[in-house]
């Protein structure tokens, strides 16, 4: 089964936890703190395996959870870094985060490698605490959350060519007699309801990869027929050779078949319109044909190249295969290898201390603090120690957590909840 788009969970590993301990060896009876830092957690990282060519395997396991860092130790040893959880996609794969739309990774090269959910880092022993005015501290850190997230998988096969077309044209057909792959060819519509992929050799010791891509329709890029799922497939492409239906065989009219894909493609993706094309007008061996060529060919506006075939008859294939070579060699593979839409600049924004939480009142009359970066402290600080606690509270009130809770309204006494626990404010 051919899978190109699939929705996954990914969780990084957490940090280990960091430690209070203190020396206590013989004749060292001041020995000082002496707790380790824990190790960083594993990050989630893609690779690409260019043996792979579907996402199937991501049908049957879309849960990722990367190891957490070891726990730091006594005598200041530091915890083991958890190793990264590598999962392997096939080349073309793009990863998208599920909520924003935003592409992580497009991934387009054997052995590429990109970290989708980086771990958290170790938390800090009470070693790294120790000051002159405390040189025995007994605060540590726990470890940071790994990244969690919903990511979207697609893949959009990597092929020189792609055959595109109304169905039933002849497209399975014409890869069939030029390369080794066997798609399935019947006389209905929609035979191929994935796409196949082809090597096609050239006389003169060339080669290339055709796809045959699933027929389209008017409406295709609103999702109509087989609509995205495949059309994502005719990005990376280098040259889109166009399979019309010269003969006219289910009634239609070959120029008006053009015009309607054409739209299709230039719909879905406006820099499809620039794409190098070659028109192919196959079945040229049936009836009226050559006379719906003549009529075809008055009418066409673009420089496109026109090669009359029978994938049938296996007539005119030679020049066909010869010209696609020869365009292929004057475009350079860079040209699809990303998508031309993304993004090129990374833009950094600084998140200043409104940004890092926000605070709601319930039905109830308690109040609600939220936010990644509130989130994030309350649960790498231990609340087994006082001092962390002590720690955590001065951390809030320089945060300005105080006085946006005296704003919204809240009292000696009233209930303050963080994630699923609950605090008294306190004057």
Known sequence: MFVDQVKV???????????????????????????????????????????????????????FKAKRG???????????????????VPPGTTVKDDDTGEVIADLVAHKQQAIIANGGRGGRG?????????????????????????????????????????PSVGKSTLLSVVSAAKPKIADYHFTTIAPNLGVVETGDQRAFVMADLPGLIEGAHEGIGLGHQFLRHVERTRIIVHVIDMAATEGRDPYQDYVTINTELKAYDLS?????????????????????????????????PIFPISAFTKDGLKPLLFAISDLLDSIPK????????????????????????????????????SG??????????????????????RQLRGMGVDDALRKRGAKDGDTVRLLEYEFEFVE
């Open 272 to 304: 499809l319109e620039k794409r190098p094309q070659i028109i192919v007008a196959n079945k040229m061996d049936m009836p009226g044909a050559a006379e719906n060529l003549d009529a075809f060919q008055k009418k066409v506006n673009d420089d496109y």
């Open 126 to 166: 009470n070693i790294r605490f120790a000051t002159a005015r405390n040189p025995a501290p007994e605060i540590s850190e726990n470890g940071e959350p790994g990244r969690e997230r919903y990511i979207q998988v697609e893949l959009k096969l990597i092929a020189d060519v792609g055959l595109v077309g109304f």
């Open 9 to 63: 969970y990914v969780k990084a590993g957490d940090g280990g936890n960091g430690i209070v301990a203190f020396r206590r060896e013989i004749y060292e009876p001041m020995g000082g703190p002496a707790g380790g830092d824990g190790g960083n957690g594993g990050d989630i990282v893609f690779e690409v395996d260019e043996g792979l060519n579907t996402l199937m395997d991501f049908r049957y396991k879309r849960h």
């Open 334 to 369: 860079e040209t699809t290898s990303i998508e031309d839409s993304e993004q090129k600049h990374v833009m950094y924004r600084f998140v200043g201390e409104e940004d890092a939480f926000t605070v709601t009142r319930e039905s109830d009359g308690s109040f609600v603090l």
């Open 70 to 88: 070891e726990h730091g130790m006594s005598k200041g040893q530091h915890g083991k870094n958890a190793d990264p959880l590598v999962v392997r």
């Open 372 to 393: 990644d970066k509130i989130e994030k402290l309350f649960k790498m600080t231990d609340f087994n120690h006082d001092e962390s606690v002590r720690r955590f509270s």
